[in-house]
């Protein structure tokens, strides 16, 4: 049968071409990452975003870092620094880079993954009606890698006991240190003052800074790191999926002029905690947080130091309420005085002038865990409002619906330790209105009837795998001798209590 003109016809490979080929619908996005005297420089230039951003590192820290070494932190700090570009633009991108292949590629890439629920419940009114579209930028955006040599980095041997301490001057930094010391650790500490441009986080933590670095003897750098301004602005989140890991990066020239054999975070329990979306996807809005990050990163660590730097956590055994109870029983003098946990954004005026700006989820909650520990937030830690006030209640999660606001909070996660918390300052005698509007719901009882199995997740030591086997017994004896003393105090307000 003769086949009609034109009717399916393939196309002539001389026909004039109506499509474009997949490389010619991205946008190129350039990365030139260089080496400088004191440290990094990032330059991104492309249609959408152009930028160059300098990090300097102090004294000679970079100077002393081997050349080779530098190379490769360089192929991964270009990586982690720009890779959710993509997702931020919301284009499909073609992410051109100077540098070689970067160790944490495929890292970073999970941590992406991982966190996509979480991007769509926080700000699903902004990208589509799921994880897909999501997905979809990241897919089909392209990394293009620098073909370099691949010499391998050297590190000095390192010694155990000289750790790293990126140290953010809240509650978990500050039981790192405490700990690391009383077992007789040689800790340096880092602050990494990463640009939050709506915020006023640093100004206050740079006084922090000058009056802490008084009161101890051992090192505390500050780091200025620009780096960071590529992050997404306001409430969004992307590149901050990759903080943390960002700073073992950073840390490791530090590590390297210190011969620290550890680079330790300090990530609590609840980092491991997750939820189900709409969708039925797991997800964990403190992914990169987690144990099992933590060992990720840790590998990372060690293939850019030859194997001599490791990354780890003390804390993967505490929950936050047992961390401020162990920080009051043992670690008092020259803690609270010094505490911060706000992000003082800009959108709540007061963060100007207050180091915790009485407006977020961040403060309510720190505020009921100190009052729960028998802690005075504004005589002892600096707190200049009452959280416990009616128009504070939006903030909890104890009150029937989830804290208002796209922090972690807003997950509602930490619903049964606000519980307790609430409930021990009860317990205490504070009256505050909603302490005493908590003591009238469902919520209260259903806590008062469950107290011993609540106390023992929030001021019990669970089984964990981050703490360098090394120390564990002694950091599990510290911490077991303090949380017997504090759950014997809790238990003894439990019984007197007659409501």
């Not at 505020?367 to 504070?392: Q, S, W």
């Amino acid at each position: 049968m003769k086949q009609k003109d034109n009717e399916d016809k393939p196309p002539s490979i001389t026909s004039k071409r109506t499509w474009r080929q997949w490389h010619e619908r991205e946008i190129p996005v350039q990365i030139t990452t260089k080496n400088t005297k004191k440290g990094i420089s990032i330059t991104i230039d492309s249609k959408v975003i152009k930028t160059d951003l300098t990090l300097a590192y102090p004294n000679t820290v970079w100077s002393d870092y081997k050349k080779d070494n530098k190379v490769k932190l360089l192929d991964n700090v270009a990586y982690i620094f720009t890779a959710h570009l993509p997702l931020m633009l919301n284009e499909t991108i073609r992410m051109e880079y100077n540098t070689g292949f970067p160790h944490s590629f495929s890292y970073a890439y999970q941590c992406f993954i991982r966190y996509l629920p979480a991007y769509w419940y926080l700000f699903k009114a902004k990208r589509g009606t799921g994880v897909v579209p999501l997905l979809k930028t990241l897919l089909n955006s392209n990394y293009i890698f620098a073909e370099t040599d691949d010499t391998p980095p050297s590190f000095p041997d390192t010694i155990d006991e000289h750790v790293i301490i990126p140290f953010t001057f809240g509650k978990d930094s500050f039981l790192t240190y405490r700990v690391a010391k009383e077992i007789g650790l040689t800790p340096t500490l880092i602050w990494f003052n990463d640009p939050v441009d709506e915020g006023y986080e640093g100004l206050h933590k740079k006084k922090l800074f000058s009056k802490f670095s008084q009161k101890i003897k051992d090192q505390i750098y500050y780091l200025d790191n620009p780096l960071g301004s590529l992050r997404e602005k306001g409430e969004g989140w992307f590149g901050w999926e990759l903080a943390i890991s960002s700073w073992a990066l950073l840390s490791l020239p530090f590590a390297y002029k210190k011969k620290a054999g550890y680079i330790l975070f300090s990530n609590e329990k609840s980092t491991n905690a997750f939820r189900y979306d709409d969708e039925g996807l797991k997800f964990n809005p403190d992914w990169e947080q987690s144990a099992f990050a933590i060992e990720e990163l840790s590998l990372l660590t060690q293939s850019l130091s030859e194997g001599e730097v490791y990354t780890s956590s003390f804390l993967q055994g505490l929950n936050d309420l047992g961390i401020i109870g162990i920080l009051k029983e043992r670690y008092y003098k020259d803690t609270f005085e010094y505490l911060m946990s706000c992000w003082s954004e800009e959108q709540f005026p007061e963060s100007k002038t207050k180091r915790w700006c009485g407006a977020c989820t961040k403060c309510a909650r720190l505020y009921i865990y100190l009052v729960a520990n028998g802690i005075n937030p504004i005589k002892e830690a600096g707190f200049e409002d009452n959280m416990l006030i009616k128009n504070k209640m939006h903030l909890f999660n104890v009150f029937g619906k989830k804290a208002s606001g796209t922090g972690w909070d807003a997950f509602g996660l930490n619903t049964d330790e606000q519980a307790l918390a609430f409930y021990i300052a009860f317990t205490r005698g504070n009256r505050d209105p909603l302490v005493k509007k908590f003591s009238k719901t469902g919520l209260y009882r259903q806590t008062k009837l469950h107290f011993y199995e609540l106390l023992n997740e929030f001021y019990g030591l669970h089984q964990e795998q981050t703490t360098p086997p090394q120390w564990k017994k002694k950091i599990h004896t510290i911490f077991n001798q303090s949380l017997s003393v504090l759950q014997k105090e809790l238990i003894k307000l439990h019984k007197n209590n007659r409501d």
